[in-house]
């Protein structure tokens, strides 16, 4: 727990010093006296917010070193609640400015000076799409992959502005080292981007997959089958998931988070199960054997820790996929570690994978919970949400075990347990959480 929070702890004091940068900078670079704190402040407000753009990039270029220690729904949330942090700065930078004095008005002025003006207008612009479009999601009729495409361009086009901007001001980015670092900044911010646009998809090109088979399962769900195409395959630990793009090259568009569904002892062939529940996943079913692929990843921090004496995974619906990687990996080590299954779903029709988990309850120490929303009448199960009370009566056995927590599935299912095991005194650091809100 200790190295992890240390970690945690060294990456954000190393974001916060990265933010504040720039000041440091100005501080101790050419000053000048006499132009008021408001003046002051709303420059150093812009400097915070160019830095805080391009450390943007950091967290969406799927860097491993990050995303195994906080998991990657946290690094997707943080970056979004610094997106809008971001926006709140970048907003407020002229207009403290404006307030302070008028004069700068002239910065938006086309007859003063038309392309100034038009680049700042049109950075302006672009910097509310690029917090707003993804709050808005796919209710402006914006697809996820051209979502993605824009949101990328339009922060890289954001930052080159915002570069132009200062080094055409000058005052606090006069000198040539100066500018240097602002430079050598954005082109660091944008090489992110091209490593994750476009390095990133070269190196899967070299490991290419072909759909063995689309196998069908209860509740809307397809379990997509993937065979490596000339070679080994993929080294993961249950619980993770990769990016998957169906395409004859990897550069295309779509390109969609799944986890992985199949054993990790299983090297031959990787398995996704996937819900229809939108334009993409709603094709899955129609997937032919054959079709060319290529995945992206392991991620994410959804992992069992060895030292663990114990596990409990508490889902809804389709959530159960990274649950039963994990348990068809402890089958196949012979892991005798009690398990413990907290399956939500709306009717007992809903209940994907309910065949393989009742076998799996005989090759394991694994005790399987239903708990059904909408049961039908002759239902004798648990019923309705999970709640603490639920939780309480089937975990009591663990009561004395070092035992680590996983939950995945919807949202509003998510918020409830997780303040339900937290009141039952879980710790934080054993409650693990993925999340696939991605925009």
Same mark, same amino acid.
């Given at each position: 727990?200790?190295?992890?929070?240390?970690?945690?702890?060294?990456?954000?004091?190393?974001?916060?010093?990265?933010? +504040?940068?720039?000041?440091?900078?100005?501080?101790?670079?050419?000053?000048?006296?006499?132009?008021?704190?408001?003046?002051?402040?709303?420059?150093?407000?812009? !400097?915070?917010?160019? %830095?805080?753009?391009?450390?943007? &990039?950091?967290?969406?270029?799927?860097?491993?070193?990050?995303?195994?220690?906080?998991?990657?729904?946290?690094?997707?949330? $943080?970056?979004?609640?610094?997106?809008?942090?971001?926006?709140?700065?970048?907003?407020?930078?002229?207009?403290?400015?404006?307030?302070?004095?008028?004069?700068?008005?002239?910065?938006?002025?086309?007859?003063?000076?038309?392309?100034?003006?038009?680049?700042?207008?049109?950075?302006?612009?672009?910097?509310?799409?690029?917090?707003?479009?993804?709050?808005?999601?796919?209710?402006?009729?914006?697809?996820?992959?051209?979502?993605?495409?824009?949101?990328?361009?339009?922060?890289?086009?954001?930052?080159?502005?915002?570069?132009?901007?200062?080094? !055409?001001?000058?005052?606090?980015v006069s000198g040539l080292a100066v500018q240097v670092a602002w430079?050598?900044?954005?082109?660091?911010?944008?090489?992110?981007?091209?490593?994750?646009?476009?390095?990133k998809p070269l190196r899967m090109r070299r490991k290419p997959y072909?759909?063995?088979?689309? +196998?069908?399962?209860?509740?809307?769900?397809?379990?997509?089958?993937?065979?490596?195409?000339?070679?080994?395959?993929?080294? &993961?630990?249950?619980?993770?998931?990769?990016?998957?793009?169906?395409?004859?090259?990897?550069?295309?568009?779509?390109?969609?988070?799944?986890? !992985?569904?199949?054993?990790?002892?299983?090297?031959?062939?990787?398995?996704?199960?996937?819900?229809?529940?939108?334009?993409?996943?709603?094709?899955?079913?129609?997937?032919?054997?054959?079709?060319? %692929? $290529?995945?992206?990843?392991?991620?994410?921090?959804?992992?069992? *820790?060895?030292?663990?004496?114990?596990?409990?995974?508490?889902?809804?619906?389709?959530?159960?996929?990274?649950?039963?990687?994990?348990?068809?990996?402890?089958?196949?080590?012979? *892991?005798?570690?009690?398990?413990?299954? +907290?399956?939500?779903?709306?009717?007992?029709?809903?209940?994907?994978?309910?065949?393989?988990?009742?076998?799996?309850?005989?090759?394991?120490?694994?005790?399987?919970?239903?708990?059904?929303?909408?049961?039908?009448?002759?239902?004798?199960?648990?019923?309705?949400?999970?709640?603490?009370?639920?939780?309480?009566?089937?975990?009591?056995?663990?009561?004395?075990?070092?035992?680590?927590?996983?939950?995945?599935?919807?949202?509003?299912?998510?918020?409830?347990?997780?303040?339900?095991?937290?009141?039952?005194?879980?710790?934080?650091?054993?409650?693990?959480?993925?999340?696939? *809100?991605?925009?």
């Amino acid at each position: 727990m200790f190295p992890i929070l240390w970690r945690v702890g060294l990456q954000s004091a190393a974001y916060l010093l990265l933010a +504040i940068l720039p000041l440091g900078i100005a501080y101790f670079g050419t000053t000048d006296e006499g132009r008021g704190f408001w003046i002051e402040f709303g420059v150093g407000l812009g !400097m915070v917010a160019f %830095a805080l753009l391009a450390m943007q &990039f950091i967290t969406t270029a799927r860097f491993r070193w990050v995303v195994p220690y906080v998991g990657s729904d946290a690094v997707i949330y $943080f970056h979004r609640q610094a997106g809008i942090l971001v926006l709140l700065i970048f907003l407020a930078h002229p207009l403290i400015l404006f307030a302070a004095d008028p004069a700068y008005l002239a910065y938006l002025d086309p007859r003063v000076n038309f392309l100034r003006a038009v680049f700042l207008i049109a950075a302006t612009i672009a910097m509310l799409l690029v917090v707003l479009l993804p709050l808005g999601g796919l209710r402006f009729g914006l697809s996820y992959e051209w979502w993605r495409l824009t949101h990328g361009l339009l922060a890289a086009a954001v930052l080159v502005v915002g570069l132009a901007h200062s080094l !055409m001001v000058g005052h606090y980015v006069s000198g040539l080292a100066v500018q240097v670092a602002w430079v050598v900044a954005t082109l660091i911010a944008i090489g992110l981007l091209i490593h994750a646009r476009v390095v990133k998809p070269l190196r899967m090109r070299r490991k290419p997959y072909r759909v063995a088979r689309v +196998i069908p399962e209860r509740g809307d769900v397809s379990v997509l089958v993937l065979e490596p195409d000339g070679h080994d395959g993929m080294t &993961f630990a249950a619980g993770q998931y990769a990016w998957l793009t169906l395409s004859e090259t990897p550069f295309s568009l779509q390109q969609h988070p799944f986890s !992985m569904f199949s054993s990790s002892k299983v090297r031959e062939r990787i398995e996704f199960a996937i819900k229809e529940a939108g334009d993409f996943t709603s094709t899955i079913k129609d997937v032919r054997p054959g079709t060319r %692929a $290529f995945l992206e990843g392991p991620y994410g921090a959804f992992r069992i *820790d060895p030292r663990a004496e114990a596990a409990v995974l508490v889902v809804g619906g389709i959530g159960a996929t990274p649950a039963l990687s994990m348990l068809r990996t402890a089958r196949d080590l012979g *892991d005798r570690r009690p398990f413990v299954l +907290i399956y939500g779903n709306v009717r007992r029709e809903d209940i994907a994978f309910r065949d393989e988990l009742e076998t799996l309850t005989n090759e394991l120490d694994l005790k399987v919970v239903h708990v059904l929303s909408e049961p039908e009448p002759e239902w004798t199960g648990e019923s309705g949400s999970i709640t603490k009370e639920i939780l309480d009566r089937h975990l009591a056995p663990l009561a004395d075990r070092d035992v680590q927590y996983f939950v995945c599935g919807p949202p509003p299912m998510m918020d409830l347990v997780e303040h339900a095991l937290l009141a039952r005194g879980v710790p934080h650091w054993r409650l693990l959480s993925e999340r696939f *809100d991605f925009i």
